[in-house]
């Protein structure tokens, strides 16, 4: 399997006093078709890295590399057209969406990248440079052909993000990264806003999406109960660093670092009479050294 992403050595830190390290030595691989789970507690740094994966936070030290080609952060200037082949799913579908444009015309952003590339063009590619409302069958290049894929009407298009629900501008934000055509879809906690009946939903979308197109998917969650259905390969990350990782089904049978042993002994298990877990100690202190298989 051929790697498109390489993150080797990766560290962020944020300016203060004392100065926060983020990530501290984050290597991380991921092959195109590929399906990457990230998973930890919530501020471990796995949004960092991913940030970090699309130029948006500048790393102290180490390096990014998309196919060949260094990640370097984003300035003043358009990014690369190349790197437009690297899309994200942020956590917050209505902050990441614009409220005053229609819905077809954002995805018709997507659909530009791909073209500037020298993306598929065809029919209705007119229809998506316009204003963004058409609403006619094609093959990549007409916002309502993206919203089909991803369960919604075509009319959609002409609507505006505060119209629908949080599992509709969910997948509404999916079909605008997926309309650049990406080689490297992130997900960035894309299912933590959402009630627990669409979360499994959303996830499975957004690989089957993927992995159809041939992308590889870097999914981040702390929700193991919903990675491990879609991914290939886990990666668990503690305080900055990675301390296990593995195929996904080795590491849910049978965890090796005493974190992951904590994570998934925290998943609920349907016993029918609403037992709990009990949750790990606030004061634990897990080393550091990794296992990697």
Known sequence: MSELLEVAGLRVVYRGRPPVRAVDGVDLRVGAGQVVGLVGES?????????????LVKPAAGSV????????????????????RI??????????????????????????AATARGGETGPGAEEARGDGTGSGTGTGTEPAWW???????????????????????QRIAIARALA?????????????ALDASTQAVV??????????????????SHDLS?????A????????????????????????????????????PVPDGQGTMPAPPPDDADYPLEPVLR
């Open 147 to 169: 919203l089909r894929r991803v369960g919604l009407e075509p009319d959609a298009a002409r609507r505006y993000p505060h119209e629908f629900s949080g599992g509709q501008r």
């Open 65 to 84: 590399v998309f196919d060949g080609i260094p990640v370097t952060p984003l300035g003043l200037r358009r990014r690369p057209a190349a790197l437009t």
């Open 226 to 230: 919903v990675v491990r259905l879609i």
């Open 87 to 112: 899309q994200m799913v942020f956590q917050d579908p209505y902050a990441s969406l614009h409220p005053r444009r229609r819905i077809g015309a954002q995805i018709g952003e997507g659909v530009r």
């Open 43 to 55: 501020g471990c740094g796995k949004s960092t890295v991913a940030r970090t994966i699309c130029g």
């Open 203 to 220: 996830a499975a979308l957004m690989r089957d999406l993927a992995v159809d197109s041939g992308a590889g998917l870097l999914f981040i």
């Open 180 to 192: 650049a055509r990406p080689d490297l879809l992130i997900g960035d906690e894309p299912i933590s």
């Open 232 to 267: 290939d390969r886990l990666v668990v990350m503690y305080r900055g660093r990675i301390v296990e990782s593995g195929p996904a089904r080795a590491i849910w049978e049978d965890p090796q670092h005493p974190y992951t042993q904590s994570l998934l002994a925290a998943v």
